[in-house]
């Protein structure tokens, strides 16, 4: 199978223009409000996902999709997520994680349980996961490996075009993974949103060190989401 060159994988992904939307719209949540409000365009690859016919069930994806050419002809790829997380609303494992501390105390209105129960709690606990960093870890992986590369065939059967290596390509490239989460409530006396965000940073740094060890991608960044300039100036994209 032939390589896939920068210049068809640029033509493929502006094939997709209409997912090329602003920052403001990409990022928005289910009440259609933005993470980051910013006029810059990058393309939605939840969109372009959910447009793909080989694609029977969706798996789960970043928010968007960017590429760089530099000037010696290497590429860079960014995938982009916006999280929109409450980090001052208690998800499960905040409220089973309080559930185990209040059964296993001592001297408590639970002192009726066994203590194989109160063991199996304690174990439940210790292992439930949590599934907002489950779902950021995933969709790196099945960006880069299912979605891309079926939006990628889709291209080449809907045009008529010879089907090139495109996971070769994939491998071959720069690729950047960037993460803006929802800035944590400094007000002192609500400091758990601020616990959360950091033990999740302290979560996705682990996990996203092994997909750089495996070489799935090649470096990765988590900023606020007041940062996005930033993002943009240090990375030199305009």
């Not at 009726?112 to 995933?138: A, H, M, P, Q, W």
């Not at 065939?153 to 491998?171: A, G, M, T, W």
């Not at 989460?181 to 999740?200: A, F, G, T, W």
Request: charged letters at 30%; hydrophobic letters at 35%; aromatic letters at 14%.
């Amino acid at each position: 199978m032939d390589n896939l060159t920068n210049k068809e994988f640029i033509e493929f992904i502006k094939s997709h223009e209409k997912f090329f939307k602003s920052i403001t719209e990409i990022s928005m949540n289910d009440y259609d409000e933005p993470l980051i409000e910013n006029d810059f365009k990058m393309y939605s690859l939840d969109e372009m996902c959910w447009d793909c016919k080989l694609l029977e069930k969706a798996p789960t994806t970043t928010d968007a999709l960017y590429y760089k050419e530099h000037n010696d002809g290497k590429l860079s790829l960014y995938l982009i997520e916006f999280k929109f997380h409450n980090f001052n609303s208690p998800n499960a494992k905040d409220m089973l994680e309080l559930i185990s501390k209040d059964v296993n105390a001592d001297g408590n209105k639970y002192n009726c349980l066994s203590n194989t129960y109160k063991k199996y709690l304690r174990k439940i606990n210790n292992y439930y996961g949590d599934e907002v960093l489950f779902k950021l870890v995933l969709k790196p992986i099945e960006s880069l490996n299912i979605v891309i590369p079926a939006l990628y065939e889709q291209y080449c059967l809907d045009n008529d075009y010879p089907i090139k290596d495109i996971r070769k390509f994939l491998e071959n490239v720069e690729k950047k993974l960037i993460i803006f989460v929802s800035h944590y409530d400094d007000n002192p006396h609500r400091n758990k949103s601020k616990q959360r965000l950091q033990s999740m940073d302290i979560g996705l740094k682990n996990n996203y060190d092994r997909l750089e060890q495996g070489k799935l991608i090649d470096s990765y960044e988590i900023y606020a989401r007041y940062q996005f300039n930033y993002f943009l100036l240090t990375e030199r994209i305009s």
